[in-house]
């Protein structure tokens, strides 16, 4: 019992000295480090680390939570807990400091906080509001009056955003270069014709699934924007070769573009682009029925730079676009040619057999492709540096013929599914049997 308590009277005087120490050190580092010193090391915290800190001392709350260490805030992992409350105390600590911003998926904020946000934190330069589905165009009608060094501004699936958000941000954000309004279907041609003719700096233009975008709105935003770099027209289904032809002719430096969806583009659009953006690196044209193979010819003679293509549901195209896209596009990493049921095991070996395959293909989604046979994968052994394959529903394709390639390929991810096997009719039955799938398509 003594021999217990005089261990328990050890460990307390040794717990006291253990906190004289670390507050001597503490003083020590307060003393020796000068503030500016320590503010900018705490400059490269993330927002937990921040937090952190500012629990450890007065002196390490009140330089933690300096509005300097504050310029970059991305509260995504927090996005269930943040509410309005949280903004309005952020930007009375942050102020004139803070330069960036992402409330992506805080669906709780709403335009109260915003207001009182644009005020304070008027040198904000990048906001994400993506998914902060209660932001209406007060939010951006503050934004244009207090915030004229914005520059990039997501609004994605803020669907209460109409034309007049983008006819404020016009007037009162003239550098905005990055723009996403993807899935605001409020939006139509007189709120981006507003916005082009007002915000010429743009490089970027997203607005995937605003069905209400069209050629006329595009024209106007390729006329008086020709710096743009990035468009996403994913889903604008009202847009037509025009809108492709004013984007080629009027924004040569055009290096990723999405048309997935438009189904009304024919190969007119492709052979424009082949010949006046030839720095083209990315092209998503999933769903695009009219494409043939002539336009890919075109396409793959001139833009030698394309690296990531989706051709998934391009339904017309067969090996002569794949014999093409080898020898014309030898920097090819991420290829999608999913539903493409025309393929057969003879473009596979084009493709196989091309320069991008050995040295830079990555990514080939083969899903749905009913003529790949083994063979399509005993061609593709000398891609080393291919790391997935998708074979769904390619019901030729073998678990023999997916072994061989792994032997060649040891650390290639296949994606593929077998079917069991449908049973066969029940003696005596007159209805043909069908199996569960089909039951429930």
């Known amino acids: 019992m003594l021999q217990s308590f005089n261990c328990l009277i050890t460990l307390f005087f040794f717990s006291l000295q253990l906190r004289r120490v670390f507050m001597e050190e503490e003083a020590l580092i307060n003393k020796k480090l000068p503030k500016e010193l320590l503010l900018r090391i705490f400059s ?14 007065k002196s390490w709350n009140i330089l933690a939570l300096d509005g300097s260490n504050w310029q970059r805030i991305d509260l995504f992992d927090f996005q269930r807990d943040v509410e309005g409350p949280v903004i309005e105390n952020i930007s009375r600590r ?7 911003l992402s409330l992506k998926g805080c669906q709780s ?21 993506d998914g902060c589905k209660k932001i209406s165009d007060s939010t951006c ?18 669907i209460e955003i109409t034309d007049l958000s983008l006819k404020v941000l016009a007037d009162g954000c003239p550098a905005l270069t990055h723009i996403n309004i993807a899935w605001c279907e409020n939006v139509t041609q007189n709120g981006i014709e507003a916005l082009a003719r007002g915000c010429r700096k743009l490089r970027s233009f997203m607005c995937m699934g605003c069905a209400r975008v ?38 040569h430096g055009l290096h990723y573009l999405c048309l997935s969806g438009c189904t009304m583009l024919s190969d007119a659009s492709l052979i424009v682009l082949a010949q006046q953006c030839h720095l083209l690196s990315t092209l ?3 769903g695009c029925s009219q494409f043939t193979d002539a336009g890919f010819q075109a396409l793959a003679r001139s833009c030698r730079l394309l690296e990531k293509m989706d051709l998934e549901e391009c339904i ?28 057969t095991d003879e473009g596979i070996r084009h493709l196989g057999m091309s320069p991008c395959a050995a040295e830079n293909l990555t990514v080939l989604e083969l899903d749905n492709c009913p003529l790949i046979t083994d063979a399509s994968l005993d061609n593709l052994v000398s891609c080393h540096n291919l790391q997935r394959i998708d074979l ?33 009719p029940a003696v005596g039955s007159t209805r043909q049997r069908v199996c569960r799938c089909c039951a429930i398509l």
């Not at 490269?44 to 001392?57: E, P, T």
């Not at 009608?141 to 803020?158: F, G, N, T």
Request: net charge negative; hydrophobic share 40%; charged share 20%.
């Open 44 to 57: 490269w915290l993330d927002v937990v680390s921040l937090c952190r800190c500012a629990q450890v001392s």
């Open 94 to 100: 942050c102020g004139g400091f803070l330069r960036k």
């Open 109 to 129: 904020i709403a335009d109260g906080s915003m207001k009182l946000f644009a005020q304070l934190c008027n040198n904000v330069e990048d906001l994400n509001l």
């Open 141 to 158: 009608q503050a934004l244009s009056k207090h915030c004229p060094k914005l520059q990039r501004l997501d609004l994605r699936s803020c």
């Open 214 to 251: 069209n050629d006329s709105a595009i024209t106007v935003l390729a006329e008086h924007c020709p710096n743009l770099e990035v468009v996403n027209l994913s889903g604008c289904v009202n847009i037509t070769d025009e809108s492709v032809l004013r984007l080629a002719e009027n924004c």
């Open 284 to 286: 998503e044209v999933a």
């Open 316 to 343: 017309l195209i067969t090996d002569t676009t794949l014999m093409h896209l080898g020898m014309g596009c030898p920097r090819l990493e991420k290829l999608s040619l999913s539903h493409c049921e025309l393929i």
């Open 392 to 424: 769904y529903d390619c019901q030729l394709i073998t678990h023999t013929g997916i072994r061989r390639l792994r032997s060649n390929l040891p650390n290639i991810l296949v994606h593929a599914y077998f079917a069991p096997a449908t049973p066969p």
